[in-house]
């Protein structure tokens, strides 16, 4: 199935381009073209994790976003973005597809907390024993536990189109019925950027109180430079730029603005998408919020 081998190139950017680490990814790829998914016969559906909802797997396709109980849950979730990207897809492809979302939390509370904060009021499982996991035996890199599946529930693509734009135009292209091209395919006009710094360390602070980083992007190809998007790894940030193309010579300042939900130790980043050989360019900010 082509569409596999497609987002690979994509989801690629992710990752170092060691030779180790690609063989690993593309093998996983494999791995999972054209396989069925499996669901638990009991998964119970509900908003906001108290009313519970009908809803069948009837779609001829599915999105299925799997997040686990490691690490920085309101991080992985993004519900925000996730709200976009279905009302995106909603206006563009009405009833020809569906959002499966299974939480696996270690507090049932904390998931509430963060739809009723988020206002995210679409059906989702909580799936308190995991069993969706168990039964399909997921992959443990929580980059490849969203699933864009056919009627049959057989795995078309694979990735999170809220971590990676690549993967978001994807699957849009599989849903429309759009003709899908490699990158090399595409013939998009290209420059050459420097970044004069790509990690930014913000010390100790308030965790109360927002903080902001700078980074410079300058454009020293010839072609005008134009930023395509901008993915987080965490919904504490924000990032703010001009949309307007950036001609040869000149610069562009990405201001990413973090505000912490409580005290913590972070480590973040943000993946700029543009017309750059060396696209995406990964931005990474680290502190403590005391």
Partial sequence: MKYCVIVLFGILGLFSCKDKQREVVMSMFR??????????????????GRDTVDYYLQAKKKIVVYVDSTGCT???????????????????????LQFLFYFTPKEKQDIQRLLLENRFDFPICIDKWDSINIINKFPKNANFHTFLCNEKNEVMAIGNPVHNLKVRELYLKII?????KSDDEDNVVQTIVDVDKVSITMGDFDWQKEQKATFTIKNIGDKP???EGVDTSCGCISVEYSKEPVRPGMDLKI???????YPEHFSKTVTVHCNSESSPIIL???GDAK
């Avoid at 429309?176 to 899908?180: D, F, N, P, T, Y």
């Fill in 255 to 261: 201001f990413v603005i973090y505000k912490a939900d």
């Fill in 225 to 227: 430079l134009a930023i």
């Fill in 284 to 286: 990474k900010i680290s």
């Fill in 176 to 180: 429309q019925g759009r003709e899908v």
């Fill in 31 to 48: 791995e999972w073209e054209g396989k069925e998914l499996y669901f638990p016969s009991h998964s119970v559906f509900t908003i906001q």
């Fill in 74 to 96: 309101s991080c992985k979730l993004q519900l925000p973005e996730w709200k976009k990207i279905i009302q995106t897809m909603d206006s563009l492809c009405p009833s020809e």
